[in-house]
Each structure stands twice: as structure tokens, then as C-alpha cells.
């Protein structure tokens, strides 16, 4: 069964994905637009919406969460994101937990572990489609944005939509060009992930047979100052051997 990724929007002004399952439902990953640009994204198709997954609350990735709310769209995240957004209380609220604790969105089955960002609880999500039985022939979707890096050694994983935020000689170049602040540059260096630290991290994924079942990848959170998506792709491309997409950057 194969889930189909489409990219509304990403990067620092605002981050919403979608992914569509076999059975037709969708789920929203991030709602960090307006919700006019969700909703003419599902052509204002509300019942095959299943939920919005929200990796934490800051506001390139939670922009909507009221007017997801207020369309009676549940919402999956981690306790520490529903209680900066004011959703503890919300009966549409559904816990996702850490080390691969998951939950339903119907057919989806959504589990998630941490991320490393300057966020309450953020997380990385995997995600699938549930028949009901464990599902061996069925699309994978590793979802990490806004880490540092993944320290984590992941298996089965078919599809990834993965964060190449910034290349190191591009931000230092930045920051000498007096384009951006050193506050600014140790932020990012410290909670978003650069693209030799996501090639590092597939080539080990890599030895280990990580990369095996892998059919495509989706670089995003690309910085439109600092990131390159032709080199990008590239670059992840002579790791994978699959096709790789990428939007924003310079």
C-alpha cells in the first residue's frame, strides 16, 4: 500500500505536507500556513481529512492549529506541544508518545521518538497505513524536521521527508556577509540539521541496511539563504540511489 507525499509549503515562513493513503484519506503534517492554503489544498475536502500531526509548537508549524481545531480535525503531538499550543485540554487532542509508542488516524498508524530543537516536547514521526495487521508490503514515512541531527539507527523505512536545513560554508558566509546575526547562526547550528550531518547519517543507515527498502527521499526545511536544493540533491542522491526532491533554497 503506498502513501503519496505533496508538499504544500516548507521552510521558515511556514510548513504543511500531506499524505495521502490508498484508501484516499489524508493527513495533515504541520499546519504552519493559513488555513485557507490547507483547506484549497484539499480542494476544501474536510471528510477524507484523519488528523494533523504537529512535530512542536512553534509557529512555522502550528500557524492553524485553531482553525484545525475549530474544524473538529483531530490533532497528534507530543503533551509538551499541546500544552504550549492549549490543546491539553481539547478532546481532540490524541498523545503520540516516545519510543515508538503510536496511535490510529483511522488507517494511518502514527509512533514517534524525539527530536532535538529549542521546542517543549518536538518529535520525529514514522508513519504507515494500517489494514489492521502489521502491513510488511506498505510505505514507511520517516518525518524529521527541526533536529539537530537523527540519533537514532532506523529500519524498513520507505520514504523519508527528511531536513537538509543548511550547508556550513553557506551560513558562515552568511554571517561574514553580515547577512546574519552569530545569535541567529548558533541557534540554527544547534537545533536544525545540516546537509553533511544528514549524509552522515544515511551513509550509516546505510551499512547497516537502513537504505534497503528505501524507494525516495524529500529534503525539506531547505533555508532559502543558506541551502542549495541542486547541490542538495545531489549529494543525497550518491548516497541512496533513489530519486530525491527538493523545494526552496537559494
Known amino acids: 500500500m503506498s502513501i503519496d507525499i505533496r508538499t504544500i509549503a516548507t521552510g521558515s515562513k511556514g510548513n504543511c505536507y500531506l499524505l495521502t493513503n490508498s484508501r484516499g484519506e489524508v493527513l495533515i503534517l504541520e499546519c504552519g500556513i493559513p488555513w485557507k492554503k490547507i483547506a484549497e489544498a484539499i480542494q476544501w475536502n474536510l471528510s477524507k481529512v484523519v488528523g494533523c500531526c ?91 524536521t527541526d533536529t539537530e541531527f537523527i540519533p537514532y539507527r532506523l529500519r524498513g523505512i520507505t520514504k523519508m521527508m527528511v531536513e537538509a536545513n543548511y550547508n556550513f560554508d553557506y551560513i558562515n558566509e552568511s554571517l561574514v556577509k553580515g547577512e546574519l546575526i552569530k545569535a541567529r547562526k548558533n541557534r540554527t547550528v544547534k537545533t536544525h540539521m545540516e546537509i553533511g550531518t544528514l549524509e552522515a547519517w544515511l551513509e550509516e543507515e546505510k551499512k547497516i541496511g537502513g537504505l534497503d527498502l528505501l524507494s525516495e527521499v524529500h529534503l525539506i526545511h531547505v533555508s532559502k539563504q543558506n541551502g542549495n536544493p541542486k547541490e542538495f540533491i545531489r549529494q543525497i542522491q550518491r548516497i541512496t540511489g533513489v530519486p530525491v526532491y527538493c523545494e526552496g533554497g537559494r
Not at 517543549?120 to 489494514?131: G, N, Q, S, T, V
Open 54 to 144: 504537529i512535530s512542536h509548537e512553534h509557529g512555522d508549524h502550528a500557524r492553524a492549529v485553531n482553525d484545525i481545531r475549530n474544524h473538529l480535525i483531530p490533532i497528534y503531538c507530543s503533551q509538551g506541544t499541546a500544552q504550549k499550543l492549549g490543546l491539553e485540554q481539547s478532546m481532540l487532542f490524541r498523545r503520540v508518545g516516545h519510543k515508538f509508542a503510536g496511535c490510529h488516524a483511522h488507517h494511518f498508524f502514527i509512533s514517534a521518538i524525539p527530536a532535538i530543537h529549542d521546542a517543549a516536547e518536538p518529535l520525529i514521526f514514522i508513519i504507515r497505513e494500517w489494514d489492521g495487521d502489521a502491513n510488511e508490503d506498505g510505505d514507511v514515512i520517516l518525518f524529521a
